[in-house]
């Protein structure tokens, strides 16, 4: 009887080792890779090698704590008849020695390893904050025309009222910042009686030439098609179609917000220029562009 107490009181000793072992080597794990993606993070940006860092890390800590729950859920009961319950003064001295020393526990060294394990876990997650990157500020709102910005084609060319035919379009940039993603617009001429602005835009043509942002206002694919019969400009990416003559209105496809219009004049030596900034925010809808659209 008592051998066979014996048995299983070693066959459930070897599997707390077992237990214990699997919490220590996966805590490690959990740690060792949340190390490492702070490292990768900072010095590396592979996102992939990252992302396999960040799975090790949360399994490791999540399959410690299972198996340490485990171990300590699964404690046996076993009962034995006892003749004598005192131990020899030999075991008590040595009990004694053992509750006095101020070595390490096995609770007290898998709580730091639960603590380091969680705390290098929490500091890889909060790294991350750092890509957020200074306020945006008005950036999103302004582009480099300003009042006077005279209007250059795509070779830095000075354009007049005169160059621009009737059925062309012509992609337009302010003097100085050819090239700038945001502030390219798209030029074109219609007949000045077809026009159908809002009150407040009748000065914002010369002519009958009217420019338009050329930053789809669905996804910010470059709307470079234009259909001079119909007057209307194309985005070939998801096919926004937006009118020219009535500032830049939606007549079809995904987009929700019309062209942002650049306001036109000509300047003292008889050039192109801008009268200010868009009609709007350039590109694609985000989620506070109601403040100044
Ligand atoms: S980006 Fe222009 S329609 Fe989608």
Redesign the pocket.
Known sequence: MSDAIGQEQRYDNERGARGQRLVLVSFAISMLASAGLIVFYVFSGWTQVEGVLLGLALGGLGIGMIAWSTDVLQIPDHVEDRAELRSSEEARATAESLLDSPGITRRTMLLRLLGGAGGLLAAALVVPALSLGPHPGQSLFRTKWRRGSRVVDADGNLLRPDYIGIKSITTIFPEGHVGSGDSQAVLMRVDPESLQLPPDRKNWTVEGIIAYSKV?T????P?NLYRSQARELL?P????TFNVLDGGQVVF???KRPLPQLPLMVDDEGYLAARGDFSGPIGPSFWDIHKND
């Open positions: 789809c669905h996804a910010g694919c709307v985005c990416c998801h096919q926004s496809g995904p987009a």
